[in-house]
């Protein structure tokens, strides 16, 4: 009976550390979001062009 309540408290312990993990990474995706929208916004999107030596491409001068 003891391994019963062993088991049911490591899957609720399980359980609540799994949410609080889950909480944590959404407060910090959308930190992170926030963030690069500002960055983005400010700056204009560069156009690229193909190097035709090595095929790579790079932000257009």
Same mark, same amino acid.
């Given at each position: 009976m003891?391994?019963?309540?062993?088991?049911?408290a490591l899957a609720v312990g399980g359980y609540v550390l799994?949410?609080?993990?889950?909480?944590?990474?959404g407060r910090v995706e959308n930190r992170?979001?926030?963030?690069?929208?500002?960055?983005?916004d400010a700056? @204009?999107?560069?156009?690229?062009e193909r190097d @035709?030596?090595?095929g790579r491409y790079r932000p257009k001068d």
């Open positions: 003891v391994n019963v309540f062993g088991a049911a799994y949410r609080a993990v889950r909480r944590e990474m992170v979001s926030r963030a690069a929208r500002k960055t983005t700056q @204009p999107m560069k156009t690229l @035709p030596e090595t």
